[in-house]
């Protein structure tokens, strides 16, 4: 039967060995039957949860004049503030207003790929007007940064794989990308306004119909309401409300591929709260890979054979379900355009961020248009009968 509400999982049992084996058996369910769980105990101090939500809500309240200083068309990295429905999602625009960061790196040399344009400083808010912002998120980060390489290797071993079995696809000293540097992770800070802010007529997408794009992102709710939905194998769209000292973690498209299927990445969605509500916030952390993984190794090599007996658990799960319906198809695929992961992501950015890319990736940009164009066409739902099916889109958005 089809998940009707996310499991919630605690991640100290993982630290004990009593209590391990059935962490593990519940992870297990939650990746091939779900795609979501709540996740507590994370290891990190209520006061810095505490701290991260009252400086991303701060943010919020700054002059527009200081937020437009550090907009994201000012820069190729697709880091810095969006405006308010400034993006696309599902053919459809976004209503939220938005701060992307990342854990920060130099600027490229001139010999890099084009999508190590990615990898750069962030755009900061002035010290002078929120003192402790900067301070606060890259602690937070790197915290979120290790939790997720470790939940990573968790997942790992859930399904019967070694624990380091990822480890090929992250850049740094003791993995198996750049050993140069460190990986990249991401974080946005998003305000959804209610639909009695955004004026009659504009719908209420927050975040259209999508799917992860990476292995896994952790998201923070930081206000009360609803409004995250998940699709469910029968196409019904269950809520995921807060839970307070959890954060909601979603398999991306990355973890599926990897994984022959066995992982499932879920479309989801966010609808904006209702007129009268207050805006809703969320702080969602995605975790990074190598930009400089091949398609061909990561569909072909990737982390090696999954056993079979547990692809055998996920074939039972789809029978069991008369396959997988569901609004966004799998895009995380060799034959496409780009060949990298990086040049996926920088692909998506210019999908999602139009405006950054007439600036400073119009070719790119060209290319996208046509390419969604060609799909608007042939748009239809699609009912999964194998673990991994079709192409469609992917982005970063909670």
């Known amino acids: 039967m089809s998940f009707t509400s996310i499991p919630i999982l605690d991640l100290a049992q993982a630290s004990d060995p009593a209590t391990k084996p059935q962490f593990l058996a519940e992870l297990r369910h939650a990746l091939m039957e779900v795609g979501f769980l709540y996740l507590k105990n994370v290891g990190i101090p209520d006061e810095l949860f505490k701290q991260v939500i009252r400086e991303g809500k701060a943010f919020f309240d700054i002059p527009e004049e200081e937020k437009l200083k550090i907009e994201m068309k000012n820069a190729p990295s697709f880091l810095g503030y969006s405006r308010l429905s400034a993006e696309i999602t599902a053919g459809g625009i976004d209503h939220r207003e938005q701060i992307d ?33 900067r301070e606060t998120f890259t602690e937070y980060m790197n915290r979120m940064g290790e939790i997720s390489i470790s939940f990573t290797s968790l997942i790992a071993e859930a399904i019967d794989l070694p624990p380091g079995a990822f480890n090929k696809y992250f850049d740094g000293p003791g993995f198996g990308g750049r050993q140069n540097q460190t990986q990249q992770h991401k974080l946005k800070i998003v305000k959804y306004p209610d639909v009695g802010t955004l004026g009659s007529g504009k719908g209420n997408q927050g975040v259209g119909p999508h799917k992860d794009s990476m292995l896994s992102s952790y998201l923070l709710q930081a206000s009360q ?5 998940v699709q469910n194998m029968r ?9 307070d ?30 007129a009268g509500k207050g805006a809703r916030y969320s702080i969602p952390f995605f975790q990074g890979v190598s930009g400089d993984a091949e398609f061909e190794d990561l569909e072909n090599v990737g982390v090696g054979q999954v056993k079979e007996e547990i692809k055998e658990l996920r074939r039972r799960v789809l029978e069991e379900n008369g396959g997988r319906l569901d609004d966004v198809e799998f895009t995380f695929r060799k ?6 992961l990086g040049e996926a992501t920088l692909r998506n950015r210019v999908k999602s961020h139009q405006d950054v890319g007439e600036i400073w990736y119009p070719d790119i940009l060209e290319s996208v248009r046509a390419e969604q164009a060609a799909l608007a066409r042939k748009k239809s739902p699609v009912v999964e009968a194998v673990p991994i099916v079709g192409e469609g889109k992917a982005v970063e958005a909670h």
């Open 245 to 274: 000292g959890t954060l909601v973690v979603a398999i991306g498209q990355g973890l599926e591929a990897l994984t022959q299927g066995v992982c499932v990445s879920t479309t989801h969605r966010v609808l904006s709260p209702e």
């Open 335 to 340: 034959g496409g355009v780009a060949k990298t």
């Open 225 to 229: 309401h609803r409004g995250l939905q």
């Open 101 to 133: 960061l990342s854990t920060e790196h130099p600027l490229p040399g001139p010999d890099a790929p084009l999508y190590d344009n990615l990898l750069a400083p962030n755009q900061w808010p002035s010290s002078s007007i929120l003192p402790n912002f």
């Open 235 to 243: 196409g019904e769209w269950i809520d995921c409300p807060p839970i």
